[in-house]
């Protein structure tokens, strides 16, 4: 059984830069491959970025390429999500869910395909 808890969201202008965690309790966390995805309102919920469990390779969808860096602590079994030069279509509630059974990258974008989710935190970008 995992736990997760995100925090590090926030009101951030434009261009500003906020650094998500995903805190997990468990003791097996690092053997999780870990995906952040995000729900802005009236919108589903999309993928964002993937981690395997060894730190790479890592997973981005396109429109956060080159903005956002995913990476991992598993000494302190906590996941981070680093995101520059935001943007107000980046405005959403960020989630994040660790699955111990994704062999496949194919599997890694698809929401239901994680057992575990965090309850969220806010993300709200100005313009």
């Known amino acids: 059984q995992v736990q997760l808890v995100e925090s590090g969201g926030g009101l951030v202008q434009a261009g500003g830069s906020l650094r998500l965690s995903c805190a997990a309790s468990g003791r097996t966390f690092s053997s999780y491959a870990v995906g952040w995805f995000r729900q802005a309102p009236g919108k589903e919920r999309e993928f964002v970025a993937a981690i395997r469990w060894s730190g790479i390779p890592t997973y981005y969808t396109d429109s956060v390429k080159g903005r956002f860096t995913v990476s991992r602590d598993n000494a302190k079994n906590t996941v981070y999500l680093q995101m520059n030069s935001l943007k107000p279509e980046d405005t959403a509630v960020y989630y994040c869910?660790?699955?111990?059974?994704?062999?496949?990258?194919?599997?890694?974008?698809?929401?239901?395909?994680?057992?575990?989710w965090g309850q969220g935190t806010q993300v709200t970008v100005s313009s």
């Open positions: 869910a660790a699955d111990k059974g994704l062999h496949s990258d194919l599997s890694l974008p698809i929401a239901h395909e994680y057992d575990y």
